[in-house]
Nanobody, 125 residues
Framework: VQLQAFGGGLVQAGGSLRLSCAAS????????LGWFRQGPGKDREFVAS????????FYVDSVKGRFTISRDNAKNTMWLQMNSLQPDDTAAYYC???????????????????WGQGTLVTVSS
């Protein structure tokens, strides 16, 4: 499967953005999905994940209550709705896929074998 993320941009603090991740080459229904981000000068950080059917989701504490991950297997697409954005959310955001569902703060980049290109989110204060 190949992934392509888009929807990033410049937004003021307190604003919202919706990232999309479109898949091609295979059905997303067989993959657990997630999002990572990497801010300037920071390590890559796990943000959220969703299981194959969408019935289970996980968020790291820093985005819990502000971000919502969702998917539509029929459309082969995943989204990340980001509300109440803060400057610390500034990062390149990557959508990822794995055959196994990782749902903990300890999820590592190596837990996801397929990565899309990043889409840049910039939050101004």
């Amino acid at each position: 499967v190949q992934l392509q993320a888009f929807g990033g941009g410049l937004v003021q603090a307190g604003g919202s953005l919706r990232l999309s991740c479109a898949a091609s080459g295979d059905s997303l229904s067989t993959y657990a999905l997630g999002w990572f981000r990497q801010g300037p000068g920071k390590d890559r950080e796990f943000v959220a994940s969703i299981n194959w059917s969408g019935s289970s989701t996980f968020y790291v504490d820093s985005v819990k209550g502000r971000f919502t991950i969702s998917r539509d297997n029929a459309k082969n697409t995943m989204w990340l709705q980001m509300n109440s954005l803060q400057p610390d959310d500034t990062a390149a955001y990557y959508c990822v896929a794995s055959l196994d569902y990782c749902s903990g703060s300890g999820c590592l980049p190596t837990d996801f074998r397929t990565w899309g290109q990043g889409t840049l989110v910039t939050v101004s204060s």
